[in-house]
Antibody, heavy 120, light 107 residues
């Protein structure tokens, strides 16, 4: 069955770099797009960026200067790196995939999320 | 960027009542709109895709519709398990953008 699971540090110091991994199973990264979405505590959802099935990436312009998304298809993993973290980057980070192959669509499977706290 | 204006922000509804949430898109998004339910401490769950299509396993009391640039999620005959926060998402154009959310509580 389809699964996505985020992993990474729960605590990051201000100005440091966040590194998260999304490990997927039950589908191929070369057929489906994978997105990163985050949610500050008690607030709404923000789309961060996408790893396309063909390896292309798209980023939220508000984060583009700090954000990088990459992948390792042999390990079924998508990576997120974001530098210069500040306290307002605190929140839950999700990876999720498009519902259909080879296109952008609604997001049907989500990881459980990983809570990241930016604090010294 | 396409702005999604969602209303209401919160509402308390009686069991068995009908309830509608609306998202208005700032630009044409065709029917590239989906709805999600989020329970506390849980990941969002896809409820409706392409504006009007019920995701597998979602109860038939949920439905989606469109009128111009307004997209609506309706819950007929509200049940206690329907509480949570509901979000819309446009996936017509990057960056993808979410509505601000509607918190649904039982009266």
């Amino acid at each position: 069955q389809v699964q996505l699971k985020e992993s990474g540090p729960g605590l990051v110091q201000p100005s440091q770099t966040l590194s998260l991994t999304c490990t997927v199973s039950g589908f191929s990264l070369t057929s489906y797009n994978v997105h990163w979405v985050r949610q500050p505590p008690g607030k709404g959802l923000e789309w961060m960026g996408r790893m396309r099935y063909n390896g292309d990436t798209s980023y939220n312009s508000a984060l583009k200067s700090r954000l990088s998304i990459s992948r390792d298809t042999s390990k079924n993993q998508v990576f997120l790196k974001m530098n210069s973290l500040q306290t307002d980057d605190t929140g839950t980070y999700y990876c999720t995939r498009d519902r259909r192959m080879y296109t952008t669509d609604s997001l049907d499977y989500w990881g459980q999320g990983v809570m990241v706290t930016v604090s010294s | 960027d396409i702005q999604m204006t969602q209303s209401p922000s919160s509402i308390s509804v009686s069991l068995g009542d009908r309830f509608t949430i609306t998202c208005r898109a700032s630009q044409d998004i065709g029917n590239y709109l989906s709805w999600y339910q989020q329970k506390p401490e849980k990941s969002p769950k896809l409820m409706i895709y392409r504006a009007t299509n019920l995701e597998d396993g979602v109860p038939s009391r949920f439905s989606g519709s469109r009128s111009g640039s307004d997209y609506s999620l309706t819950i007929n005959s509200l049940e206690s398990e329907d509480t949570g926060i509901y979000f819309c998402l446009q996936h017509k154009q990057y960056p993808l953008t979410f509505g601000s959310g509607t918190k649904l509580e039982i009266k």
